[in-house]
């Protein structure tokens, strides 16, 4: 139920941003559009990846590769959204991310199944914050 929740919300986010955008576009250009587009797109990926990687973590005790393979999805979508923007707050944002993302590795190489995941969560949360303002 929650993760209908966050798909919800993360589509309400997804549309107001492309209004956003477009309005963006009609006084800035077609390029704000795409990299606003780029940046929403993305972290709506990332998003998902976020809740792949909670349910993985959750189910770590039959699958432990399942939370690598979230962690590896939410770092390739990092790497796209760090190329194609020059925001300083998504680029913030991006690098909190990382760090995040780099912590429950390391957690899961030392033998933690259960990593707190709450760094991520709320680092993806405020890249979608600055992809939509």
Same mark, same amino acid.
Request: include cysteine; proline fraction near 2%; charge should be negative.
């Given at each position: 139920?929650?993760?209908?929740?966050?798909?919800?919300? *993360?589509?309400?986010?997804?549309?107001?941003?492309?209004?956003?955008? *477009?309005?963006?576009? /009609?006084?800035?250009?077609?390029?704000?559009?795409?990299?606003?587009?780029?940046?929403?797109?993305?972290?709506?990926? #990332? &998003?998902? =990846?976020?809740?792949? *990687?909670?349910?993985?973590?959750?189910?770590? &005790?039959?699958?432990?590769?399942? &939370? +690598?393979? =979230? *962690?590896?999805? #939410?770092?390739?979508?990092?790497?796209? #959204?760090?190329?194609?923007?020059?925001?300083?707050?998504?680029?913030?944002?991006?690098?909190?991310? %990382?760090?995040?993302?780099?912590?429950?590795?390391? =957690?899961?190489? %030392?033998?933690?199944?259960?990593?707190?995941? =709450?760094?991520? $969560? +709320?680092?993806?949360?405020? /890249? $979608?914050?600055?992809?939509?303002?």
């Amino acid at each position: 139920m929650a993760a209908s929740r966050r798909r919800a919300r *993360l589509t309400a986010v997804a549309a107001a941003v492309a209004t956003a955008a *477009l309005t963006a576009g /009609l006084t800035t250009g077609c390029d704000a559009v795409g990299k606003a587009m780029d940046c929403v797109q993305t972290a709506d990926s #990332i &998003a998902d =990846s976020v809740t792949d *990687l909670q349910q993985a973590v959750e189910n770590a &005790a039959n699958d432990p590769t399942q &939370a +690598d393979a =979230s *962690l590896d999805a #939410i770092q390739k979508n990092l790497d796209r #959204i760090g190329d194609k923007t020059d925001d300083a707050d998504v680029n913030k944002a991006v690098d909190d991310l %990382n760090k995040a993302v780099a912590n429950v590795r390391t =957690s899961l190489k %030392n033998g933690d199944n259960t990593p707190d995941v =709450s760094p991520v $969560t +709320d680092a993806a949360g405020e /890249l $979608t914050k600055v992809c939509t303002s």
